[in-house]
Structure formats: C-alpha cells, structure tokens
Nanobody, 127 residues
Framework: HVQLVESGGGSVQAGGSLRLSCAAS????????MGWFRQASGKEREGVAA?????????YSDSVTDRFMISLDNTKTNTLNLLINNLVPEDSAVYYC????????????????????WGQGTQVTVS
C-alpha cells in the first residue's frame, strides 16, 4: 500500500534554511502528482508547493514563492524534497507530504481534496 514518510523538520532560527524529504513507496512514483502542505497551530491546512507527474510542472502558494522549492530527488528513488530558504516564524507548522494519481490531480495542485495519500507530518519551528 502507499506510504509517505516525511523527515527533515526541526527547530531553526529565522533566516535559516531547511530541506524536508518525503520517502514514497507502494505506487508508481512516475505517474503521481505530489505536494507539500502545512498546518500551523489553530489554522487550516494549506498547500504550499506541488509538482506534477514526473516533475513536469510545479506550483507554489503566493505566500512562499521564491523561498520554497519543490523537487523530485534524482539521487534517491521515490523521494520528494522541499527546500525552504529564509525561514520566518510564520513558516512554523507541521509539514505534510501528499500524493495522488495523475488522473486525479490533473496537474500540480494545492488543493488538499485532490490528494488521496498523506504522510504523518514533520514539525518545523522557526524562532
């Protein structure tokens, strides 16, 4: 079955960088869209970055454009990365990796309802 396992979260100072990773298994990696979502305490989950099937296209939330970069890791099979630069306290949240078949997402999507599979999340705290 599909499994998504996030890693790379932690506590960092404002202005620093983090790279989150998502190890995916149980499905054909090259035929799925994937995305990163985050949920801050007391707030709704929001999509921050998404990548289309095979990495053909990417999309970002307006709130993170130019600071976040989503990519498929070419050195590790079935691994999705999210590089976050110039962290600010507002980036503090639990970050989730999500995946869904290409025919469901119809391209990179920041809509959580289009994703069928979710990881458990990794905490990012910026101070």
């Amino acid at each position: 079955h599909v499994q998504l396992v996030e890693s790379g979260g932690g506590s960092v100072q404002a202005g620093g960088s983090l790279r989150l990773s998502c190890a995916a298994s149980g499905y054909s990696y090259s035929s799925y869209c994937m995305g990163w979502f985050r949920q801050a305490s007391g707030k709704e989950r929001e999509g921050v970055a998404a990548i289309g099937v095979g990495g053909d296209r990417t999309t970002y939330s307006d709130s993170v454009t130019d600071r976040f970069m989503i990519s498929l890791d070419n050195t590790k099979t079935n691994t999705l990365n999210l590089l976050i630069n110039n962290l600010v306290p507002e980036d503090s949240a639990v970050y989730y990796c999500a995946a869904t078949p290409g025919y469901v997402c119809r391209g990179p999507s920041l809509l959580s309802r289009r994703y069928n599979f979710w990881g458990q999340g990794t905490q990012v705290t910026v101070s």
